[in-house]
């Protein structure tokens, strides 16, 4: 009887073993699955692809945006010329006491009408040779990183329409 009972108490011991260690592996495939999962998600993510942006260069950003008509384009000229900075300090750090009014009304309504900026920064590398008002197409490589102003590694820079008269 005990050599019985030994053998059932040891075929149930190496049985529990055998189920407990099937655990662990399928365990550890599960978190290998995800790792690998996660490592390619991350690869495709970190994929450096190239896209084209245009839009109007003002103080070393780029307001991205379709080419407005001519007329729309002079008023646009105007604001930015007079109120840009000023709009930008207000967006940047906004502040009651800051006068948003002009002599020729709310500028703050303008840029709302518009849209307001969608601006992506140029670093002074790639800035030399443009002026204020230059509609321009610039190449970026990898992500653009949606932060204010927003930024991205830039590769290369055309000047579609020079801005005449500054």
Do not use: C
Request: hydrophobic letters at 35%.
């Amino acid at each position: 009887m005990r050599k019985i009972l030994f053998f059932f108490i040891s075929f149930f011991i190496l049985l529990g073993a055998m189920f407990i260690w099937s655990l662990i592996d399928n365990y550890a495939q599960e978190f290998e699955n995800k790792r690998s999962t996660a490592r390619s998600n991350s690869l495709k993510m970190n994929e450096e692809t190239e896209e084209q942006i245009t839009g109007y260069f003002y103080f070393g950003f780029i307001d991205m945006r379709e080419k407005f008509e001519e007329e729309a384009q002079e008023q646009y000229f105007y604001y930015m010329d007079h109120y840009f900075q000023q709009y930008y300090n207000k967006i940047i750090l906004p502040d009651e006491r800051i006068d948003s009014k002009s002599p020729e009304g709310n500028y703050v309504e303008y840029f709302q009408e518009i849209n307001g900026l969608n601006l992506l920064e140029i670093s002074s590398n790639y800035s030399k040779g443009l002026g204020n008002g230059d509609y321009i197409s610039i190449q970026v490589k990898g992500p653009v990183f949606e932060s204010f102003p927003m930024q991205a590694k830039i590769t290369r820079i055309e000047i579609i329409h020079s801005r005449k008269g500054i």
